[in-house]
């Protein structure tokens, strides 16, 4: 079965900080997309990235980076210098057959 | 390009009554897709749509729940009788046919 688990429920860092989100992953397809995405306050789900599973190179965006392994099962996301509005809840997904599975979530506090 | 709307944003109403929520998918996904998140969990699919026919709608409460998607374009999804356990915020989300979907505002039921 498909399970993603985030184990960081709530992690609270000053700004300018690095932050680094864990992601561990199921599954028993060799095929599959891994994502991230951002949940602000207003409650939108915002996507950040995908990585498919042959990709294993990891990815830089700004502040953002993703360290894929699939080795491990993990799919880390980076937050560099963080900021005030980095503040958020941040969800790994798994999806499998157009279909996701989202870890619990971890909360991030930035503090100024 | 417009994104995933969604109506109501809040709503408000006692256990045993009946509720709808309508879904507009942005223009040309052909998937369409409704999640339940409760507080503190990660969304959890209830029901997935290809145009007007459902794919998956093995975790949908079918005793209470049922979700349509007429002429292939917006959704509604109706719980009837809601529970207590029904509060949660919906998400819908639509595709192309790729991995990537594009979330909504999500509707933030409580039901007391």
């Excluded at chain 1, 602000?40 to 990235?49: A, H, Q």
Aim: contains cysteine; neutral net charge; proline residues 4%.
């Amino acid at each position: 079965a498909q399970k993603v688990t985030q184990a960081q429920t709530e992690i609270s860092v000053v700004e300018k900080e690095d932050v680094t989100l864990d992601c561990v992953y199921e599954t028993r397809d060799t095929t599959y997309y891994l994502f991230w995405y951002k949940q602000p306050p207003s409650g939108e789900l915002v996507f950040l990235i995908r990585r498919n599973s042959f990709d294993e190179q990891n990815e830089i965006s700004g502040r953002y980076s993703w360290n894929f392994q699939k080795s491990t099962s993990s799919f880390n996301f980076t937050i560099t210098a963080s900021q005030v509005v980095d503040s958020a809840v941040y969800f790994c997904a798994l999806e499998y057959g157009n279909k996701l599975v989202f870890g619990a979530g971890t909360i991030l506090r930035v503090k100024s | 390009e417009a994104g995933v709307a969604q109506s109501p944003r809040y709503k408000i109403i006692e256990k045993r009554q009946s509720v709808a929520f309508w879904c507009n998918p942005i223009s040309g996904h052909a998937t369409l897709y409704w999640y339940q998140q409760i507080l503190g969990q990660g969304p959890k699919l209830l029901i997935q749509f290809q145009n007007n026919g459902v794919v998956d709608d093995s975790q949908l409460p079918k005793d209470r729940f049922s979700a349509e998607r007429l002429k292939g374009v917006d959704s509604t999804l109706k719980i009837q009788p809601a529970k207590l356990e029904d509060s949660a915020v919906y998400l819908c989300a639509s595709s192309l046919p790729s991995p990537e979907q594009f979330f909504g505002p999500g509707t933030r039921l409580t039901v007391l």
